[in-house]
């Protein structure tokens, strides 16, 4: 029996010929895959970003390691001559930026002994493209443009031919609207997952929230505040046995489609697509000024907005939107053209009522 030769990183020696590039280059790529798997990324996003360094690799005139931050710039621009959206150019360029970190940490030293060449990061602060929250930003609509869209909505409901799909969809909007989940979340929630005895006002169980960089689904309890308990006692008590008879079942969707499941015996689970056109066809109605650009993205900005504006921190704000970073939250946070202003004012007359009473006000020692 014969031992199988294995090449040892740790002593270095030329890579002699193409084979001895692509095996290497597969390697790297392949650890990277491995390292991303340990780390809790999803399968779903490890092929993805195999997917973006192999198509970078492609338009290389050499191996990944020698790339430069003009070969980055060449991928990028071909990227955007070929009709790429920018929110699908940044993820790339965030994908190799990423791959490129772990080649400099781990490989450094491999790549310039067995290659004799020192690993750059290619994608730099230059031809990185912005962010998507940066290109896009989300104002919301003003208290007044929202009062006025859900009081016509719900006055609306009485009169409406298709009651049942009409209600759900003022329901999902109005949960975007006060909570702000996202709508998978909101798609995605069983009748199990209103919890009333939970907390002062109940709480809601978004058991699919969104994990951060492709990991999986992030959980969280999130409390019925903004007048959430009293829409969501209204939707079980009046509405939702109305669909059928699985009202009863906690595994039942909490906002089900018109049609039955062929093998369960309950509703099947309605598709985002039909809660956004809901809100789509009231925009167009209520609130015409708005069309087009009213989404139930918007709404979660809009809710954040409104709660900071009414007094809640940031640090609240993150654990009820279910963000990773406190950063995020405040690329939701619009407020309004006074509110420096207002916030200057408040802070003399509190500065103001300390120096009168020589005590601190009852808010502060709240």
């Known amino acids: 029996m014969t031992l199988a030769v294995v090449r040892n990183l740790g002593s270095a020696r030329a890579l002699r010929s193409g084979e001895d590039v692509e095996v290497f280059q597969q390697e790297i790529v392949d650890q990277y895959a491995l390292a991303m798997g340990s780390s809790g990324l999803t399968d779903a996003y490890v092929a993805a970003t195999r997917r973006v360094v192999f198509e970078f690799a492609r338009s290389l005139p ?63 602060e230059f031809n990185k493209p912005p962010s998507f929250t940066l290109t896009r930003v989300r104002v919301p ?108 079942d906690p595994d039942a969707p909490m906002l089900p489609s ?21 809100l789509v066809r009231q925009t167009a109605r209520a609130l015409p000024g708005w069309k087009g650009r009213l989404t139930p993205h918007v709404l979660r900005h809009y809710c954040a907005s409104s709660l900071y504006g009414a007094g809640m921190d940031l640090k609240a704000l993150q654990e009820l939107l279910g963000h990773q970073w406190l950063s995020t939250t405040t690329g939701y946070i619009h407020v309004r053209s006074d509110y420096v202003e207002q916030a200057w004012r408040c802070s003399n007359e509190r500065v103001a009522a300390r120096l009168d009473t020589g005590a601190p006000t009852a808010a502060e020692e709240a």
């Open 62 to 124: 050499g191996p990944l390691w020698t790339a430069t931050c003009a070969d980055a710039d060449r991928f990028l621009v071909d990227q955007r001559r070929a009709g790429r959206a920018s929110t699908t150019r940044a993820s790339k360029a965030v994908m190799l930026a990423q791959f490129f970190e772990f080649v400099i940490s781990r490989y450094q030293g491999d790549i310039a002994a067995l290659w004799g060449h020192v690993v750059e990061q290619p994608i730099d």
């Open 258 to 278: 018109e049609r039955h499941d062929p093998v369960l015996p309950r509703c099947r689970r309605v598709g985002p697509e039909a809660l956004r056109q809901g």
């Open 141 to 248: 609509p003003s208290d007044e443009d929202v009062e006025a869209l859900f009081a016509d909505w719900r006055a609306a409901l009485d009169d409406v031919r298709k009651y049942l799909p009409a209600a759900r969809d003022y329901f999902a909007a109005s949960l975007w609207r006060r909570l702000g989940l996202r709508i998978n979340e909101t798609v995605m929630l069983d009748i199990r997952d209103w919890r009333p005895d939970l907390g002062g006002l109940g709480k809601l169980h978004v058991r699919h929230g969104k994990g951060a960089r492709g990991r999986g689904p992030k959980a969280r309890l999130v409390p019925a505040i903004n007048g959430a308990d009293e829409l969501i006692d209204w939707w079980l008590a009046e509405v939702r046995h109305q669909f059928g008879e699985d009202f009863a």
